[in-house]
């Protein structure tokens, strides 16, 4: 008799959706009107997995707002598989929902010393600026003309460098990090998939919107005069509080 078939370990990158409120159903909402088939961004996800991670509420997750939010999530071509909640609660909403129970270790993002490696890795210079740019393993993607205004770019599982202006309404997006040797005035958002290692850095920082691993800014709270227009990088706190930290750049 042959072995048709072995069982193994396996590690996937995986998404986490953060909630940041219990109200799973006003998450849903919320998630449908930024991308889902009727937004501008409704090609934004790709079937891509993700944990639901509701660890920071002590609140119990009722079924019917998990529901909502895993067929709103499906809508924005997005494969809920599982669920992390408050150690507190009880998971059996989620269990009966079909999802996997995540543990803390498995909802991390990667070590530092996996950002390296992709800091390292050799690199792919696309000519034409696009809308979306899936790239195959660690890498970086790098852009050499101008992010106009209505344009995205999205340098998924890399880094992304781009040598060239973001214009306002512009949108360069990247799980790594993101540099920009060029004014920034678009948004801009690094570690998409939930990296809290991605940093963003600019020779000239005037953002719409900055955000790493879902935390963000908008341009209604203006950056100090020594920040704005200036050689900067944006990181999140290492005190577990997760906020955004502008620091200037010397040359």
Same mark, same amino acid.
């Given at each position: 008799?042959t072995?048709?078939?072995?069982?193994?370990?396996?590690?996937?990158?995986?998404?986490?959706?953060?909630?940041?409120?219990?109200?799973?159903?006003?998450?849903?909402?919320?998630?449908?009107?930024?991308?889902?088939?009727?937004?501008?961004?409704?090609?934004?996800?790709?079937?891509?997995a993700?944990?639901?991670?509701?660890?920071?509420?002590?609140?119990?997750?009722?079924?019917?707002?998990?529901?909502?939010?895993?067929?709103?999530?499906?809508?924005?071509?997005?494969?809920?598989?599982?669920?992390?909640?408050?150690?507190s609660?009880?998971?059996?909403?989620?269990?009966a929902?079909? /999802? @996997?129970?995540?543990?803390?270790?498995?909802?991390?993002?990667k070590?530092? #010393? &996996?950002?390296?490696?992709? +800091?390292? *890795? =050799?690199?792919?210079?696309?000519?034409?600026v696009?809308?979306?740019?899936?790239?195959?393993?660690?890498?970086?993607?790098?852009?050499?003309k101008?992010?106009?205004?209505?344009?995205?770019?999205?340098?998924?599982?890399?880094? /992304? @460098?781009?040598?060239a202006?973001?214009n306002q309404?512009?949108?360069?997006? #990247? &799980?790594?990090?993101?540099? +920009?040797? *060029? =004014?920034?005035r678009g948004?801009a958002?690094?570690?998409?998939?939930?990296?809290?290692?991605?940093?963003?850095?600019?020779?000239?920082?005037?953002?719409?919107l900055?955000?790493?691993?879902?935390?963000?800014?908008?341009?209604?709270?203006?950056?100090?005069?020594?920040?704005?227009?200036?050689?900067?990088?944006?990181?999140?706190?290492?005190d577990?509080?997760?906020?955004?930290?502008?620091?200037?750049?010397?040359?």
């Amino acid at each position: 008799m042959t072995d048709s078939f072995e069982i193994k370990s396996a590690q996937l990158p995986l998404m986490s959706l953060v909630t940041k409120t219990p109200d799973l159903q006003t998450v849903a909402a919320e998630l449908l009107k930024r991308y889902g088939p009727a937004s501008d961004n409704a090609d934004f996800f790709d079937q891509d997995a993700v944990v639901i991670d509701c660890a920071k509420h002590q609140v119990e997750v009722d079924k019917q707002g998990l529901s909502a939010l895993i067929t709103s999530l499906q809508s924005c071509r997005l494969k809920p598989v599982a669920f992390r909640g408050h150690p507190s609660n009880n998971n059996e909403a989620a269990v009966a929902l079909g /999802l @996997v129970i995540a543990t803390p270790e498995v909802a991390r993002s990667k070590p530092a #010393a &996996d950002a390296k490696k992709v +800091v390292a *890795a =050799p690199t792919e210079v696309v000519r034409e600026v696009v809308r979306e740019v899936p790239v195959a393993g660690p890498g970086t993607l790098v852009i050499d003309k101008p992010v106009r205004s209505g344009q995205k770019v999205y340098a998924r599982g890399a880094d /992304l @460098v781009v040598l060239a202006m973001v214009n306002q309404g512009g949108e360069i997006v #990247a &799980d790594g990090h993101i540099h +920009v040797y *060029a =004014p920034l005035r678009g948004k801009a958002m690094a570690g998409a998939s939930g990296n809290v290692n991605a940093r963003i850095f600019s020779t000239c920082l005037e953002p719409e919107l900055i955000s790493i691993a879902g935390v963000y800014r908008t341009s209604e709270n203006p950056l100090a005069p020594d920040i704005q227009g200036k050689a900067a990088q944006v990181r999140l706190s290492d005190d577990g509080q997760e906020k955004l930290l502008f620091e200037s750049l010397k040359s």
